[in-house]
């Protein structure tokens, strides 16, 4: 799947995403989502700096996005944001550690 972002007038795929409710696909697609609430993104030597960047702010863009989530492949490391600022930072993470994430009324357990 991917996610339409009309205001650039191009297409870009997460590693995941999170809608809540109805699914809005874009016209006459079935691949193609509009309405992401949460995206998630596991980033990587190629691609951290687009993830961090241009991708953060094409999302941006849509109305019902409301968190992005980064995690590293190299380091326990999980960063979350919420619309357009950071509201965790770099920490260590234990094995069993669990992050509440803004638009998802439950706690998410990451392995």
Same mark, same amino acid.
């Given at each position: 799947m991917k996610v339409d972002i009309a205001e650039?007038?191009?297409?870009i795929y997460p590693d995941a995403m999170i809608v809540c409710g109805? %699914? *809005?696909? *874009?016209?006459? @697609? @079935?691949?193609v989502i509009k309405?992401?609430?949460? %995206?998630i993104e596991v980033l990587s030597d190629s691609t951290e700096s687009y993830d961090r960047g241009r991708k953060f702010k094409k999302y941006q863009t849509l109305p019902s996005f409301q968190e992005y989530v980064l995690i590293s492949q190299t380091e326990p490391l999980v960063e979350t944001?919420?619309? @357009?600022?950071t509201i965790t930072g770099f920490t260590p993470l234990p094995k069993d550690w669990t992050q509440a994430l803004r638009c998802i009324p439950s706690k998410t357990?990451?392995?």
């Open positions: 650039y007038n191009s297409f109805s %699914v *809005a696909y *874009a016209e006459n @697609r @079935r691949d309405n992401p609430m949460l %995206v944001f919420s619309g @357009r600022i357990k990451f392995y």
